[in-house]
Structure formats: C-alpha cells, structure tokens
C-alpha cells in the first residue's frame, strides 16, 4: 500500500492512498478476524477505513497537523481490483494570537441583602413537602404509605406490587377507582380493592381487565402547612440547621457563593470575548457544520425528553431545518473560534493536566451522572477530559492575568 498527500493548504489535506488487490484480500481478511463479522461488504468497508486511518495518522505525524472533523473518504475501484482512496481531511485551522492579558475587565461586586436572603428562604420553605402522621381515617388530600399486591385471577402480575408506597389521595396517579376506594382506610387496617385496567393500558396482557389489589395501610399523613418558624424549619431534617436564623445564614452563604460564581463567570466570558477580537483564525465551514450537529443533537434529545417529535417542534416555531442551521451557525463559529484560541493560549503557556487530574474529574463526572467512573470513561474519552481541564485551566490563567 502507498499514499501520497495530494493536496495540502491551510483547510484541508487530501490524501491519495493505492491498494493492489492482494493486499485489499488481506486487509479484508484482517478485518473479519477483528469485527468476527462474515458480512464481506461490511469487511471490505472497514478494511478500507482501517487502512485510511493508517495513512492519516502517518501524514499527521509528519506534519504535525491536527484534524478538525470527521474525515470523507471516496472509494474508486479499478479494473484489476485494486482500490484508490481519497481522503479529504479538513484541518484545525491556525491562531493568531493577539494581546490575550492585561485587560484590566473588573469582576463584578458581589451583594446579597437581606430581602434577596429571605425571598429565597421562603422559596426554599414553600418547595418542601412535609408530611405527618395522624390518627384519622384517611381523605382526600391525605397521603397514605401502602404495601400493596396486584391480583388478576388470583396470581400476582408483575409489576403490580410495592412496599411502604407512598400515595397521595386524589392525586389521581393511579388507575381510575384505585384511590377512591382508599377514603376512610386507616393505619393498621388491610383492604382489598376490586378495579379495571383502562382499555388502552400500555400493558396488553392488563388493558380492560379487572384485578384485585391487596392493601395494608402503614400510615395516614397529613401534609404540614408551609410557615417560616423555627419548629417548622427544624423538622426539615437538616442536621445543622433547626432555627430561621440559621437557615438564613446557610443561604445567604449560598447565594454569595453562587453570585460570586455568576460575576466570575461573566468576567471571563468579557476578557475572553477580547482576547478573540485580538486574536486572528478562520474556521473552515466542515467544523461549524459538525458543531451545529451536535447542538441540534443535543436539541432533539431534549425535545424528545419532553415527549414531542422534532418535526411537531419545527412545526409549532414555523421554523425550517435549514433554518435552525443558519440560527446556529454564528454561535457555533464563536465557540469553535473560542475553543482553538483557548488551545493556542494553553500550548504557548504550556499549561498541562496530568493524569491525576484527569481521574479526579472522572471522579466528580460519575457522581454527577451516578455512574461508575470506569463505565463513564467508556462514554467520554481521556483526550476530551483532558481537552475540557485545559481549557479551563486556560480560562482562569486569562482571569488571573487580567490586570
């Protein structure tokens, strides 16, 4: 095999790459062993990458290139069966650094007065949902915790059972009938209920039949009504704080730390948005593309989340798919712009992580996502923790040397 660089500028490398058909068998046959796939297009297909990510990682190495995006690769195959690929990379583009410190941008000054503090108190206080035990018959409004056992004909269905359930009456979360029947039931009592699945209940096996459900009441609660008190506070459960004063000290310290966050934040988005105009770098349009990807990506999954299809959304803002695109464009371009200059800055202050700095932000991502660390390193890559550490290390190198 042999590849030569056909074209080489500052946005893309094309790289021609000639396979005879001998070493395109082998290569196949390589590539079964590896997948285990018996799918002969499917081994030809990723032989061919193989072999092109063999020669992009040799050019690159020999020019110190970098690539930019995903690289498109075209197959021409030849009479005596062998292959010419062409593989058009485009290219992180260079930066231009201009003046990226002595900018003198002020941090914001920092206030949290006493009606911000209390406002959130109250907030804080309104949001909880307290319950407490009492000895009367259950009603509406009421929360009762059950453990409960779901018959149809007299064997348990799956899924039809729960321990210290807790369930408030006329919330209607249950099936139609089911809470009604819990009105009047007290702590201690045990109670069956005789209700119908809905017609169109998910489940085939349940829709439109009628079950049995076997109850014991563990409790009756009744929910506390919200007040800014001490006893109220104390029952909150938290083990530091059991007074209203207390409580406000906690959160003015929040909200202090969470403001001082935010002015951080917004300074050095200002001493960044400088350093880009003094800086010089042209993105080459395969980058903004694949950044936009990803942002409408991640726009689906969120609409999808909420239970809606894409096209209904697009629909409902009267907006196109092209649209979105060009909306996303200018964004998109900005971020890329900031990501390489924040590179270009980090190699030239050759600001480094290492590799206990990468597991330890393995660590916070896994109790964030409440994974394994281990598992989420199979989500996230090494090199893109690494990309995300330094780039914030260069951030706050820009901050510090600000003045």
């Not at 919200?226 to 906690?250: F, M, R």
């Not at 009267?318 to 996303?328: A, E, I, P, V």
Request: glycine residues 4%; charged residues 30%.
């Amino acid at each position: 095999m042999s590849f030569t660089i056909k074209d080489l500028n500052k946005e893309i490398a094309v790289i021609t790459l000639n396979v005879n058909k001998e070493e395109l068998e082998e290569a196949i046959k390589k590539a079964a062993e590896i997948t285990g796939n018996e799918d002969e297009a499917a081994n030809r297909q990723y032989a061919i990458h193989m072999e092109a990510s063999k020669a992009i990682q040799a050019v690159f190495e020999e020019k110190g290139l970098k690539l930019a995006s995903e690289p498109k690769v075209d197959v021409k195959d030849e009479e005596d069966g062998a292959i010419e690929v062409t593989i058009t990379c485009p290219l992180v583009p260079e930066v231009t650094l201009g003046q990226y410190t002595g900018f003198n941008i002020l941090k914001e000054a920092v206030d949290v007065n006493d009606e911000q503090v209390l406002e959130e108190v109250n907030r804080q206080i309104q949001s909880q949902s307290l319950w407490e035990d009492v000895d009367t018959p259950a009603e509406n409004g009421n929360q009762v915790l059950i453990d409960f056992t779901g018959e149809k004909d007299g064997v348990p269905f799956e899924g039809g059972s729960a321990k210290d359930y807790p369930l408030i009456l006329g919330s209607n979360s249950f099936i139609p009938g089911f809470e009604d029947q819990l009105i009047g039931i007290k702590k201690g009592e045990e109670r069956e209920i005789n209700v119908s699945f809905p017609e169109d209940y998910f489940e085939p096996t349940l829709a439109g039949q009628p079950v049995v459900f076997k109850i014991n009441c563990k409790a009756v609660e009744e929910q506390v009504k919200p007040e800014l008190s001490d006893a109220y506070v104390e029952k909150l459960g938290h083990e530091e704080i059991k007074t209203v004063e207390q409580l406000k000290a906690v959160t003015k310290e929040q909200l202090t730390k969470m403001k001082e966050q935010e002015a951080e934040n917004k300074q050095a988005m200002e001493i960044l948005d400088q350093v880009v105009q003094q800086a010089k770098v042209e993105v080459p349009q395969a980058m903004i593309d694949n950044q936009v990807a990803q942002h409408l990506n991640e726009l689906q999954s969120q609409i999808q989340q909420y239970g809606m299809d894409f096209n209904q959304y697009m629909e409902m803002t009267g907006q196109t798919l092209d649209d979105f695109k060009k909306q996303m464009a200018p964004s998109a371009e900005q971020e890329i712009k900031q990501a390489l200059i924040l590179a270009a800055i980090a190699e030239k202050e050759q600001i480094q992580v290492d590799q206990e700095e990468i597991e330890k932000e393995y660590n916070l991502l896994a109790s964030v996502y409440q994974m394994p660390a281990q598992q989420l390193q199979m989500f996230v890559p090494a090199e893109a923790v690494a990309a995300q550490l330094v780039q914030r290390k260069a951030i706050d190198f820009l901050r510090k040397n600000n003045q």
